[in-house]
């Protein structure tokens, strides 16, 4: 999701030269610009992309598989006219609501059972699905009670648990993005969310339902001074052909947890950087927030990017949108190409199946018409794709 804030400056002379470069940019003619340089040690993709589905509805932008290979997409109410925001992906190619129409339906008086929009879906370690609703529809406020963890048992279809994001470890541009899930630690587990509006992360306590809201104001959580590049041209917000372009500012969210789960791995959208900090630093609720970011890692380049995915081995993989590509990075640092394809629009969410293949949404976000003069330039179907690896999931299971 792309609803930051700009990042403040300390040189006001600063701040006015670099929007001048960015708005110049933005401005630029459609001719296609350069992309980034990949930081690979090899351009050859090691994997064979193959098309696993086509969405001729709803523009999807999380996935998970289950321990038995079923598949669940999620999709943003980012348009009012959507029925549903969550799915289960049929084997016959079907889409239906899950986990029934009624639950996808907002209803304030029922915010912790009722699905407002949610972001992001990933399966647990005990087969459960975590939904990541950002209780906001299209770029209105969040509504009350909408912010949350939701839990649904696979094994039954039935809503298990449900955990409120309060109001007051969330700010008024806080947009839930991403989730990964640690059950491994405390009495029930932990939950990791990145918060790409307000910046930072969110860290759950499943158990008790506590929040910690960490790192907003660090600069690993913060956009870069970068200007994003989609489809060969900079990608800049324009919802219309009389608005001034504004260039993308999205803070943390990517994450993805080692498969120890001693480190949590995120970056901000608007980055080309990886970051790090140790999961038992930010569970912390003693430490201060200068000692939290004594912790933080600035460990690498890489390629800018949406989601992130861990595999068994502890290789890290990552959508690379401004190459059309999904890359990994493995335990050395290298870089390897996994797949590159101009079918690849936006690369948007990442999971690994029990069955050793890397699925991830493809969405066209860059076609949306606000960052187009107001044209929507997104093509249906949407398209889900995967492709086999050597590797299975982090799934960090309870002690016993």
Request: aromatic share 6%; proline share 10%; glycine share 8%.
């Amino acid at each position: 999701m792309l609803d930051g804030k700009p990042l403040a400056r300390t040189s006001l002379a600063g701040c006015l030269l670099w929007l001048a470069l960015v708005a110049a940019a933005c401005s630029a003619p459609p001719a296609p610009a350069a992309p980034p340089e990949q930081p690979l040690a090899s351009q050859q993709p090691i994997g064979q992309l193959e098309v696993f589905a086509k969405l001729g509805g709803y523009m999807p932008t999380g996935i998970a598989v289950s321990r038995d290979n079923r598949v669940f997409l999620s999709f943003p109410r980012w348009d009012d006219a959507m029925i549903y925001t969550v799915a289960e992906l049929k084997t016959n190619g079907a889409v239906k609501a899950y986990p029934d129409l009624t639950a996808n339906q907002p209803d304030p008086d029922r915010a912790a059972q009722s699905l407002y929009s949610v972001q992001s879906v990933v399966v647990d370690a005990r087969n459960r699905l975590w939904l990541l609703d950002t209780g906001r529809i299209q770029s209105r406020p969040a509504s009350p009670g909408g912010p949350k963890l939701v839990a649904v048992d696979l094994d039954t279809d039935a809503v298990v648990k449900s955990i409120a994001i309060p109001p007051d470890q969330l700010g008024p541009d806080s947009y839930l993005n991403d989730v990964c899930i640690d059950l491994s630690q405390g009495a029930e587990g932990w939950a990791y969310v990145t918060d790409s509006g307000r910046g930072g992360l969110i860290v759950v306590d499943i158990a008790s339902g506590k929040v910690l809201h960490r790192l907003q104001d660090d600069p690993s959580s913060r956009p870069a001074d970068v200007v994003l590049v989609a489809e060969g041209r900079p990608l800049c917000a324009q919802p219309s052909p009389e608005a001034a372009p504004a260039p993308v500012q999205a803070a943390t969210d990517g994450i993805a947890l080692s498969p120890d789960g001693r480190t949590l791995y995120y970056c901000p959208l608007t980055g080309r950087r990886l970051y790090s900090a140790p999961a038992g630093v930010l569970r912390d609720a003693a430490l201060s927030e200068k000692e939290l970011a004594a912790q933080v890692k600035d460990v690498s380049p890489k390629p800018a990017t949406d989601g992130m995915v861990m595999d068994d081995k502890g290789r890290l993989y990552l959508t690379a949108f401004e190459h059309n590509a999904i890359m990994r990075r493995l335990p050395s640092g290298i870089f390897e190409t996994v797949a590159e394809d101009p079918r690849l629009l936006w690369p948007d969410s990442l999971a690994i199946g029990p069955d050793s293949y890397l699925y991830v949404t493809s969405n066209q976000l860059n076609r949306q018409a606000k960052f187009n003069r107001g044209q929507d330039l997104r093509a249906r179907p949407f398209l889900i794709f995967r492709t086999k690896i050597d590797a299975g999931p982090v799934l960090l299971a309870p002690p016993g």
